[in-house]
T-cell receptor
Framework: NAGVTQTPKFQVLKTGQSMTLQCAQD?????MYWYRQDPGMGLRLIYY?????TTDKGEVPNGYNVSRLNKREFSLRLESAAPSQTSVYFC???WGQGSKNSNQPQHFGDGTRLSIL | GENVEQHPSTLSVQEGDSAVIKCTYS??????FPWYKQELGKRPQLIID?????GEKKDQRIAVTLNKTAKHFSLHITETQPEDSAVYFC?????????FGSGTRLQVQP
């Protein structure tokens, strides 16, 4: 039981390059999330998926796209990376579905450290 | 949407002392309040949570208290140890996802 698995763990990109961050969970959770964490700014929600087949914007969605490939997998794509997207990206998952998912504990992956030059 | 404010941003205590971190929230309908601990370079991990039908919950040296009237909840750590040094985040439901506070860096001095 691995929990939430993120790949890659580290990545360096050049401005304008594209990249997809992968996330998979084996806990049979309905809801999945992508956050970015910048120094001193806590965790900011980029996108989330309250159930398989649905995705919604969070607090900071600009410059990102997501795909809920199936119940296990939720990917985050940067189409044209910018230095402002240098951050640590965390994927998380939780029980609950729809309006109930925000009342459940979230389980986080180990993060992807992304640097954009 | 939900607004969560967390104080203080940094906290330094001597080993063995108690530490208290407070969060306020804006949505009176919120009913779930978790606390996460994040060690340097690691992922956030849930350490304790409370639902709105109780006012206090304890787990060994940590406790969370909730005041729904005042819309604030607090994390209490007693008999602090060096391994408690980390960043702590509170959270509250904001629509369909949790809204996190900005974090408190706790340093326990041996």
């Amino acid at each position: 039981n691995a929990g939430v698995t993120q790949t890659p763990k580290f990545q360096v990109l050049k401005t304008g390059q594209s990249m997809t961050l992968q996330c998979a969970q084996d806990m049979n959770h309905n809801s999945m999330y992508w956050y970015r964490q910048d120094p001193g700014m806590g965790l900011r929600l980029i996108y989330y998926s309250a159930s398989e087949g649905t995705t919604d914007k969070g607090e900071v969605p600009n410059g990102y796209n997501v795909s809920r490939l199936n119940k296990r997998e939720f990917s985050l794509r940067l189409e044209s990376a910018a230095p402002s997207q240098t951050s640590v990206y965390f994927c998380a998952s939780s029980w609950g579905q729809g309006s109930k998912n925000s009342n459940q504990p979230q389980h986080f992956g180990d993060g992807t450290r992304l640097s954009i030059l | 949407g939900e607004n969560v404010e967390q104080h203080p941003s940094t906290l330094s205590v001597q080993e063995g002392d108690s530490a208290v971190i407070k969060c306020t929230y804006s949505d009176s309908a919120s009913n779930y309040f978790p606390w996460y601990k994040q060690e340097l370079g690691k992922r956030p991990q849930l350490i304790i949570d409370i639902r709105s039908n109780v006012g206090e919950k304890k787990d060994q040296r940590i406790a969370v208290t909730l005041n729904k009237t005042a819309k604030h909840f607090s994390l209490h750590i007693t008999e602090t140890q060096p391994e408690d040094s980390a960043v702590y985040f509170c959270a509250s439901p904001g629509g369909r996802a949790l809204t996190f506070g900005s974090g408190t860096r706790l340093q326990v001095q041996p």
